[in-house]
């Protein structure tokens, strides 16, 4: 089982940005997806979540700015970032949670398998 993010970068606020999420090893459409952010000093937040039924859970700071979806037949997941804000500066991790239809899934716990994190700045 493998996960790879990648799209990080450098934007300035406001600005969007697409992170993709490629797996290998296991069906994206058959498992509880998430992403995971670690900003500068503070700990690793669960920030969204797409259950293998297609619900979406998402945290406060990041609703309505955040979308999470996938492409099963690339077998790929994405975090479409819009609106962003320098408060948004963290390393992203792609991951799966352990549990059905996302359970707990703002806890990092709840996940196990991760990919490597991609780095988010913005920045003007």
């Known amino acids: 089982v493998q996960l790879q993010a990648s799209g990080g970068g450098l934007v300035q606020p406001g600005g969007s940005l697409r992170l993709s999420c490629a797996a290998s090893?296991?069906?994206?459409?058959?498992?509880?997806i998430g992403w995971i952010r670690q900003a500068p000093g503070k700990k690793r937040e669960g920030i969204l979540c797409i259950s293998s039924d297609g619900f979406a859970f998402s945290a406060d700071s990041v609703r309505g700015r955040f979308t999470i979806s996938r492409d099963n037949a690339k077998n790929t997941m994405y975090l479409q970032m819009n609106s962003l804000e320098p408060e948004d500066t963290a390393n992203y991790y792609c991951?799966?949670?352990?549990?059905?239809?996302?359970?707990?899934?703002?806890?990092?716990?709840?996940?196990?398998?991760w990919g490597q994190g991609t780095q988010v700045t913005v920045s003007s």
């Open positions: 991951a799966r949670n352990r549990f059905p239809k996302c359970s707990n899934w703002s806890s990092p716990g709840s996940y196990d398998y």
């Open positions: 090893g296991f069906t994206l459409n058959y498992s509880n």
